[in-house]
């Protein structure tokens, strides 16, 4: 049943002292940090944060209650509201005063609902009556007034990521007033109204700050709107109403650590807040929201189920998509919390702002000599990903598992779709490509170190209908990695060129793991299919095939791949030092060899001469020292290619027992390849056909740099004695040419064939210097 839940808690939650009558805990959005106040901070304050280096303990004195506490970024300046009209601040700078010093709401009449940090030193004071941004100076131990804005304010919300806050506003709320701040500035952006499902009379605050909340979802920031309807028979569900805050590429807020490029959102009237998706929920009751992974996780507390949605997954563009949930309604998986580390408590966790409305409902705290429940009461969401359990004293952070995606997502093409979208995707995705019938590529190693089971695989051996399902999907996954190599093309040709002129710096694009290429594909997924014995050959030759199309299709060259020889010298000695640096072609090679294997070589041949297999060396490379030995071994021309990449240079060659036309298919594509002279004349002289290699290497204009010893002991090794001696005439005359004597200099290593040459024909057949 756990292969079911795919949503999980994190395994290492952040733990912090539980909520109780003497210690009050808040939740910083901004800074992720969880602030356990006892007696108003007389008897401490104890901050927890993602990690060790966030976590911060302090006292201070009992000035009355704390309604809210946070700090600034890096955690210099701390700010807690005690009153409704004033928010106290202490440096913890090194060398600064400790003293606190305190500030006032400018608006007389005005009540503070909250504060948030822009930046280090700057602060926003959100009231009642509009909002205040100030700038403060810590030495100096006060604020000064940047600007401010009068408004009507029923509450708000902040987005860390983006510096934008959202104030409600009117007397029904549905009208939100966005603001961004950046560098010092503040930026009044157009307001939008919320389209609410029944206008009340007369009219009241009907919109709640526990249906809205703001996240970036693929980089684009969304103002989520959870739209109740009412309990009737004929009710639609609920819904969340995705409104997109339009935004333009800038260097965003500074101070912000948790995205790499952040964004400024537009100041225009045509960046106005648009709907643009609708997420169906089909039922009703109370919800939460979170967002992993750039999903958007719905948390139905009576079902006591999750939801997951992805924008991305929709049908054509059109002015507002309907989403359905992209799996069935599952339960995040139960987390059991030791018995001895449980407490009792009744306080539910308090935001650090007074108003805080948690996204679950109120109720009993969870049982304490019980594991917590899935979707308690108790339970507080907040964005992206965390939930908290103040009367257990815990934080996690929210997790999809993508193992179990693959059972419940049956459509292969929507499943590669959803899966290329998520961060730790690579070995899930080539484990839905592999085989099932063998075990070890069944069992996957997850990042967290888990091992999981996949069981439905894409290339299964069942092969009717599914040749279409492996297409498409090789399609998605080549995509993928053409945009990723288009993009490292640019990057490159930047580079090279230099910086341009009044642009920034070009960023090396991130491979993610979205990126699956050709040696992912053949070491994990083709390499073990082409083993399946339950599975025809044709089937496997149609799904190399068909990954090889893909890949012309993108205009990706099929990947030529430089290593090492890791067999033992001594078992094949008739190998010099060079073949230890070899090319291998990965998928032509997958291919040869199951044609091999069937004796299809009159398919290998149409593949050749027709250009589906494209011309490469590392298909018709050898000598003939390499297939002599392979010939006089009397070994199986089939067992050749299997010998691993010790004989890869020979592939084509070593078929000619076999299959004769191999050796001229062989030296066609060398011919066509034009770079492959010396290649050409290792395969004629390893056909003894030394005059033909001489020839052709004269035709190609290389005879005066051609190694004159390798002719020679091709031509002796044949012992015809007339062809000895027109192979040593012909390079006495090429000396004569070029240096006015026809006799071999000492580098050419060619004393023992001119000795041989004088013992066949006397000293007397030597050429002079002075015969032309």
């Keep these: 049943m756990a292969e079911e839940h795919y949503l999980e808690l994190s395994e290492n939650p952040v733990q912090f002292e539980h909520a109780s009558s003497v210690n009050n805990v808040f939740f910083d959005e901004a800074n992720k940090q969880v602030f356990a106040v006892r007696s108003g901070g007389a008897t401490g304050v104890v901050v927890k944060g993602p990690d060790d280096k966030s976590s911060v303990a302090f006292r201070m004195d009992d000035k009355g209650e704390v309604k809210c506490i946070k700090f600034s970024i890096g955690n210099k300046i701390l700010a807690v509201q005690r009153t409704s009209k004033s928010v106290d601040f202490i440096n913890f700078i090194p060398d600064y005063p400790h003293t606190e010093f305190t ?38 131990r006060s604020l000064k007034l940047l600007k401010s804005q009068s408004i009507n304010v029923n509450w708000y919300q902040y987005c860390p990521e983006t510096a934008v806050i959202l104030l409600s506003t009117t007397v029904q709320g549905n009208v939100l ?13 157009t ?10 009379k007369p009219a009241k605050l009907t919109l709640s700050e526990r249906d809205i909340a703001m996240a970036t979802i693929y980089g684009q920031v969304y103002v989520m709107y959870l739209k109740h309807h009412s309990r009737t028979a004929n009710s639609p569900g609920a819904e969340v109403v995705l409104y997109h805050l339009s935004r333009t590429p800038g260097p965003g807020p500074a101070w912000f650590r948790h995205r790499p490029v952040p964004l400024v959102l537009l100041r225009s009237r045509e960046g106005a807040c648009k709907k643009s998706h609708i997420l169906k929920l089909n039922t009703t009751g109370k919800f939460a929201l979170n967002i992993v992974d750039n999903l958007i996780v719905v948390h139905h507390q009576s079902s006591q189920t999750s939801l997951i949605f992805d924008i991305r997954l929709k049908e054509p563009d059109c002015a507002v998509n309907t989403h359905q949930p992209v799996l069935p309604a599952r339960s995040i998986h139960p987390y059991r919390i030791p018995l001895s580390g449980t407490r009792p408590g009744q306080n539910r966790p308090r935001s650090p702002r007074s108003n805080l409305t948690p996204s679950v409902s109120a109720g009993p705290a969870a049982v304490p000599t019980q594991p917590p429940v899935p ?36 459509d292969k093409g929507k499943l590669m779709d959803f899966l290329l979208r998520r961060r730790d995707c690579k070995m899930v995705i080539l484990s839905v490509c592999s085989q ?30 599914s040749l279409p399902v492996v297409a498409t999907v090789f399609d998605k996954l080549n995509q993928v990695y053409k945009e990723y190599l288009e993009a490292e093309q640019s990057y490159t040709a930047a580079m090279e060129s230099g910086p341009s002129r009044g642009g920034g710096a070009q960023k090396r694009p991130v491979r993610t793991q979205a990126v699956i290429d050709q ?3 053949y070491t994990h997924v083709l390499s073990a299919f082409t083993e399946m014995k339950d599975v025809s050959h044709k089937f496997i030759i149609a799904v190399l095939m068909e990954y090889i199309r893909s890949l012309n299709q993108n205009q990706i060259t099929v990947q030529v791949k430089r290593g090492r020889v890791s067999a033992p010298a001594s078992r094949f000695p008739i190998f010099d030092a060079a073949v230890s640096d070899w090319l291998q072609h990965y998928l032509y090679e997958l291919v040869i060899k199951t044609l091999v294997q069937n004796n299809l070589f009159y398919m290998l041949h149409q593949f050749l001469q027709y250009h589906v297999l494209s011309d490469s060396k590392p298909l018709v490379r050898t000598s003939a020292r390499r297939w002599q030995h392979h010939a006089e071994g009397g070994s199986d021309p089939t067992q050749l290619v299997l010998f691993g990449s010790v004989f890869q240079a020979c592939l084509l060659l070593s078929l000619e027992s076999t299959y004769p036309p191999a050796h001229q298919l062989s030296l066609d594509m060398l011919k066509r390849l ?3 002279n010396d290649e050409i004349v290792e395969v004629l002289l390893s056909k003894q056909q030394v005059l033909g290699a001489l020839r052709f290497i004269r035709s190609v204009g290389g005879h005066d740099n051609v190694s004159a010893r390798k002719f020679l002991d091709a031509a002796r090794q044949t012992g015809d004695q007339m062809l000895f001696y027109t192979v040593f005439r012909s390079f006495q005359q090429r000396n004569q040419r070029l240096r006015g004597n026809p006799s071999f200099n000492p580098g050419e290593h060619c004393e023992e064939h001119v000795a041989h040459f004088k013992q066949l024909f006397g000293e007397q057949a030597l050429m002079k210097p002075s015969t032309v």
């Design 103 to 140: 500030q006032e709401c400018k608006t007389k009449n005005a009540s503070v609902l909250g504060f948030c940090w822009t930046s280090w030193n700057e602060i926003v004071f959100i009231t009642d009556q509009g909002i205040e941004f100030y700038q403060v100076f810590p030495d100096k």
């Design 177 to 189: 007033q966005p603001f961004a701040f950046r560098n010092g500035t503040m930026t009044k952006m």
């Design 191 to 200: 307001k939008f109204e919320i389209e609410l499902p029944v206008v009340p």
């Design 375 to 410: 979707y308690s009461s108790s339970w507080s969401v907040f964005q992206p990903d965390i939930i908290i359990s103040a009367s257990e004293g815990y934080l996690w952070y929210l997790q999809v598992r993508l193992p179990p995606t693959v059972h419940l997502l049956q």
């Design 436 to 465: 099932s019938a063998c075990p070890s590529c069944r069992r996957l190693h997850l990042p967290s170190g888990k091992l999981t089971t996949v069981s439905v695989p894409v290339l299964d051996g069942q092969e009717k209908g």
């Design 519 to 521: 040696s992912d594909m």
């Design 674 to 676: 034009s770079t492959a």
